[in-house]
């Protein structure tokens, strides 16, 4: 009899912790109140959100304003107005406007998708309001559609020095099947400008177990992504989100649904990635993201493994600074007003964090990258890891999830197979059953941890006092679990 260390198994597309938010009740004078904005500079990651898209993919469960390409409203430009004045008004503040700003990042949305006059202003405005360190990183995140000559041009040569593109597939039936707005041969066309530009830190995301997906098919896509030469990419599984446009094909049964992911097939293309990863000369360095040896997301790595403070800007964003979460809705126009009239729009926040809570957030985190770095946690908080966290990793190695090792508590190649639930083992205990933060607005990445906590703990990791609980595997030619990584 097969058996599984936990009752169901968790997806985390992206972590966010703590989940749950609450509506801000303060305004714009929160910031004011419950922080001390003139204190001395901090090291931090700025996040700057272009809340528009051409088209909706069909199964995108996010916020997005479409902007046609006439645009004869001028909202980007208004949009643009404002996201300067805001950045500038966050910048009058010590805490950042002394401090050290590692990496920015231009999301969406479609990051790509400004004017280049636009997208100028945006970049000038970076490094004339904050104090750029000289090894910093900025992506700008986007569509190769979006990619004319002048944007080459300017891109290239201009402080942006790394690129993420939504490639998704190289085949055009599956992006037409899943409604992408990307088009294959405009990501090569693109890739290999820059490349000739001089701007090779390019990173590409990929999707697996779409709809009308074989094996075949991704193993032509790792090949084109080899052939292109970009030294990283993620992958990420396809998945089917309630109420929208594909939920709804797929239950009229106009589209055939995606496999099961704990079928075989799809542990069959997670294998195929990082073996044709490794065989390429890739790492997976963090869940699900390879990359050549000195190309790692420095972004993510300011965000998630050396836990550095985050300011976002624009609609949709969450920051994250002094114990606090913060979030900004994702209403354009309301975020327009708010900052033409001088104020903050800050929509939902959480609660301040305990240090308890601080360090759980650095564990969830940090385990993205696989690791707990003993030594790394002790100068971070002043506490030794292994004490702090004793029960929830006395229930992990009895269950064969994690190696502690002299440095380091490690996850096994177990843990890795099943390192979402390892991650909700480290969940605040009064964050489970949340089911008040379903009721709160939930946009862009956040919906998917609240619906995560909305649940009961033993729903995702089984009995907390029983220490050896293991779960029977009930569909076994389904699920080859010794098998996935």
């Known amino acids: 009899m097969l058996m599984k260390p936990y009752p169901n198994k968790c997806y985390l597309p992206f972590v ?14 929160f910031v004011t109140n419950n922080i001390n904005m003139d204190q001395d500079g901090v090291d931090f990651t700025l996040y700057i959100g272009v809340p528009f898209c051409r088209t909706r993919c069909k199964s995108c469960p ?28 966050w910048a009058a503040f010590r805490k950042f406007g002394e401090g050290k700003l590692k990496s920015i990042f231009i999301g969406g949305g479609t990051g790509s998708i400004l004017k280049t006059a636009n997208l100028k202003r945006i970049v000038d405005a970076v490094f004339e309001n904050f104090k750029v360190d000289v090894d910093y ?64 830190n390019i990173q590409m995301d990929l999707m697996y177990n779409m709809p009308g997906h074989t094996l075949d098919i991704w193993k032509s896509d790792l090949k084109t992504l080899n ?72 972004y993510n790595h300011s965000n998630w493994k050396v836990d550095n403070e985050t300011l976002a800007l624009g609609p949709g964003s969450y920051s994250y600074f002094d114990g606090y979460r913060l979030g900004t809705e994702s209403d354009v126009e309301k975020y327009i007003e708010h900052v033409n009239r001088g104020e903050f729009l800050i929509s939902s926040v959480t609660d301040l964090m305990s240090g308890r809570v601080q360090r759980e957030r650095h564990v969830v985190f940090a385990l993205v990258y696989f690791k707990i770095e003993y030594k790394f946690y002790r100068n971070k908080f002043g506490t030794d890891f292994l004490d702090d966290f004793s029960e929830e990793i006395t229930r992990l190695e009895r269950k064969g999830l994690v190696e502690l090792k002299d440095d380091c508590m490690q996850l096994t190649e177990l843990g890795l197979i099943w390192h979402a639930n390892v991650i909700l083992e480290f969940f605040n205990p009064a964050f489970w059953g949340d089911t008040d933060s379903l009721n709160e607005k939930n946009w862009s990445l956040n919906g998917v941890m609240v619906e995560v906590g909305a649940r009961e703990r033993s729903y995702w990791l089984g009995d907390k006092n029983d220490l050896s609980s293991l779960f029977e595997i009930k569909n076994p030619k389904e699920t080859d679990y010794a098998s996935q990584c």
């Open 16 to 29: 966010l912790y703590p989940p749950g938010m609450h509506k801000n009740m303060e305004g714009s004078d």
């Open 62 to 89: 996010y916020f997005i304003k479409l902007l046609p390409e006439n645009d004869k409203h001028n909202r980007e430009d208004e949009y643009v107005n404002a996201l300067l004045k805001d950045m500038k008004k």
């Open 137 to 200: 990183e900025f992506t700008l995140e986007g569509n190769a559609r979006d990619f004319d000559d002048e944007k080459i041009v300017y891109v290239a040569d201009s402080f942006i020095n790394r690129l993420s593109l939504g490639v998704q597939s190289f085949h055009p039936e599956i992006l037409t099947v899943v409604g992408s707005p990307h088009a294959a041969q405009d990501s090569v066309r693109v890739i290999r400008a820059f490349q000739e530009r001089g701007l090779t």
């Open 227 to 298: 052939e292109l030469g970009v030294p990283h990419f993620t992958i990420y599984l396809y998945r089917i989100h309630n109420d929208t446009p594909q939920s709804q094909l797929i239950n009229r049964g106009k589209i055939q649904p995606p496999v099961n992911p704990e079928n075989t097939m799809v542990k069959a293309m997670y294998r195929e990635a990082k073996k044709m990863a490794e065989e390429m000369g890739y790492q997976m360095y963090m869940m699900d993201h390879f990359c050549k040896p000195g190309y790692e997301n420095k």
